[in-house]
């Protein structure tokens, strides 16, 4: 069965009821779906991905004086993600760029320039900035237009639209896939509310699914959304945050970026009351910021026990290294 299964697509531009009805039974069984008619240019994804290669292409010593810490909201990581599965460190590395100070509130975000107000240091690449500030803009459209349907999907009022996602909290990620078949990025499930990842054609992405692990390769035109930890808890578990990994089958090198969108960075997430025709069972629990969520998981991804992980702190850390 399994070689005939594959995540469903979201035409974006099909009538409400349909692509509400697609989204809802994609998440809910797959936790992924494709999405197309997404409006995002081919040109722009040709660009953003020469961008990437460009930054990539630095001399080592000058990604790392572009080193991701707390005190800017961009920067290189040099890898290295530990798979849950083998205890292997896995070969990506990474350039972030973050719309709002991970450490910081969100004050007063512009739509039309989501990464404006951010402390960056942008990387020593002509055109890099712009490219990279116009990207942002149009995957952050995007991600409001995917909430659209994501809030159709489970029938939620104009209110709690609003107080949940009207300033979402974004981090753009490029990823470069050494060329070796090794594990590209370990087992993972994703932090926030939506995952938008936009890859070049080399295949690798593969879900956690009851039958093993299913790929899910690069469609011509699409992009590839999936759930994360913030909406399977927002939806008590009826959308899943699936675990995802990267795994090459071929000795290319592959280039991907994702936009992990979260809820607003200040606001309460609490599990829904009640979804249209469902039969929530997981019980409702107390809320938990989009903020707090995210310190939690970061402090936990660089090993600290989760008493160590306590939410709460608002403002950037003073001093030490970031571990991100
Ligand atoms: O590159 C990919 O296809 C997936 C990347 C990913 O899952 C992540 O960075 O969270
Ligand atoms: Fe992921």
């Known amino acids: 069965e399994t070689l005939f299964q594959t995540v469903p697509t979201v035409d974006l531009t099909a009538p409400v009821a349909e692509r509400g009805a697609t989204l809802r039974s994609a998440l809910q069984r797959w936790g992924f779906f494709y999405v197309k008619n997404h409006g995002v240019a081919t040109a722009l994804v040709d660009e953003q991905f020469a961008a990437a290669k460009a930054v990539f292409a630095l001399p080592t010593e000058a990604k790392r004086d572009l080193t991701f810490e707390p005190t800017l909201d961009i920067g290189w990581l040099a890898s290295q993600g530990l798979d849950e599965d083998s205890g292997k460190l896995d070969t990506k590395e990474g350039f972030l760029l973050s719309t709002n100070g991970l450490f910081r509130r969100n004050v007063s975000l512009d739509l039309q320039d989501p990464l404006r107000g951010s402390r960056l240091k942008w990387p020593p690449v002509p055109g890099y900035e712009a490219t990279m500030r116009r990207w942002t803009r149009e995957l952050y459209a995007l991600n409001q237009k995917l909430n659209e349907a994501l809030f159709d999907?489970?029938?939620?009022?104009?209110?709690?639209?609003?107080?949940?996602?009207?300033?979402?909290?974004?981090?753009?990620?490029?990823?470069?896939?050494?060329?070796?078949?090794?594990?590209?990025?370990?087992?993972?499930?994703?932090?926030?509310?939506?995952?938008?990842?936009?890859?070049?054609?080399?295949?690798?992405?593969?879900?956690?699914?009851?039958?093993?692990?299913?790929?899910?390769?690069?469609?011509?035109?699409?992009?590839?959304?999936?759930a994360g930890d913030q909406v399977d808890f927002w939806t008590r578990g009826f959308f899943k945050s699936s675990n995802h990994r990267v795994r090459p089958t071929s000795h290319q090198v592959r280039f991907s970026t994702a936009l992990f969108a979260y809820f607003d960075y200040d606001v309460l997430v609490t599990p829904l009351a009640e979804i249209p025709e469902v039969n929530l069972s997981r019980p409702l629990s107390p809320g938990i910021t989009t903020g707090d969520y995210f310190a939690f998981k970061l402090c936990e991804s660089v090993g600290k026990a989760p008493e160590e992980c306590r939410p709460s702190v608002q403002d950037a850390p003073q001093g030490g290294s970031a571990e991100l």
């Open 153 to 226: 999907a489970v029938g939620l009022d104009a209110a709690e639209r609003h107080r949940l996602a009207s300033r979402p909290f974004v981090i753009v990620k490029q990823l470069r896939y050494a060329p070796t078949r090794d594990l590209g990025a370990g087992a993972h499930a994703d932090w926030g509310s939506l995952t938008v990842l936009v890859t070049d054609d080399v295949p690798g992405l593969e879900i956690l699914t009851e039958d093993g692990w299913l790929p899910v390769p690069p469609r011509p035109d699409c992009f590839i959304v999936n």
